[in-house]
């Protein structure tokens, strides 16, 4: 695989990369939880903009983007409105979802960019080609939380957003039996055998899901969403449990110690 690489991580290198959320309403609310991240030292930090209340006002969002900046460092930021329909708090209108990413991307703030495939191809294409003219990376995504849909339509999904240009491809699913869990990691070993250029993310969520949160080393995910003070999805694993996890099951596959 060819690794990408952001400020000092090299993502779809070795162990999975291990992403914690910002998921607050307030100012204070989120640089409380920055800091309590930074302390934690994760790989990448993303802030859920969707669940700041001051999101749509552009002063208060760039604002809030350089004091997280500031808290964190040079750990790679990655900058998230996630949809109601896709999980989120919070919903816009299509042009202010717009809005609201391209002022991230524009800012020199954010080093990577979460956006939904289903907001439409065009206004895909004009996100990810306003994002690469800012040298952030885009991780385009589609999450489903009442089902997980056929592999067949996974794979789709997935091969239509390197078409469309994203760096990274994202799917999260909700398994609503063992079987689901099992589809999910088919999906990331097929789509990670046949597209070795690509890093991906890949996740089944809630507690049944919990072993593909840990297990991407194996099947070809490249980035895990832990948890510091406040989940952001269900069956996200609190951060230290989860490096350690990743830690013994990546020494179990190279016979390192940890």
């Known amino acids: 695989m060819n690794p990408i690489e952001v ?73 998230s409105f996630r949809t109601v329909v896709e999980g989120g708090i919070q919903e816009l209108q299509k ?3 717009i809005r609201l990413n391209k002022t991230a991307v524009e800012s020199g703030l954010v080093d990577m960019v979460d956006i939904e495939l289903m907001i439409g191809d065009e206004d895909v294409k004009d996100l ?30 997935m091969e239509k957003m390197i078409e469309l240009g994203a760096d990274i491809p994202k799917v999260a699913v909700m398994p609503n039996n063992n079987r689901d869990v099992l589809t999910l990691l088919d999906v990331t070993d097929t789509f990670h055998t046949s597209h070795t250029n690509y890093p991906i993310i890949t996740m089944a969520m809630d507690g049944r899901g919990v072993v593909s949160r840990i297990a991407g080393e194996i099947f070809g995910s490249s980035i895990t969403f832990g948890c510091a003070r406040k989940a ?24 390192k110690e940890i």
């Open 7 to 79: 400020r000092n991580i090299k993502i779809g290198e070795g162990i999975p990369k291990i992403c914690l959320p910002i998921v607050g309403h307030t100012q204070y609310e989120i640089t409380s939880q920055a800091m309590t991240i930074a302390a934690l030292k994760p790989d990448i930090v993303e802030f859920r903009a969707d669940w700041y209340d001051e999101c749509t006002n552009k002063e208060n969002l760039i604002e809030m983007l350089m004091l997280i900046r500031k808290l964190i460092d040079k750990t790679p930021l990655l900058f």
């Open 95 to 97: 042009a202010d979802y």
């Open 128 to 157: 990810i080609k306003t994002a690469h003219e800012n040298n952030v990376v885009v991780v385009l995504s589609n999450h489903d939380f009442e089902k997980t849909p056929e592999k067949e339509v996974l794979i789709s999904r």
């Open 232 to 255: 952001s999805a269900p069956g996200q694993i609190e951060a230290g449990e989860l490096s350690l996890a990743l830690r013994i099951l990546h020494s179990n596959l190279y016979h």
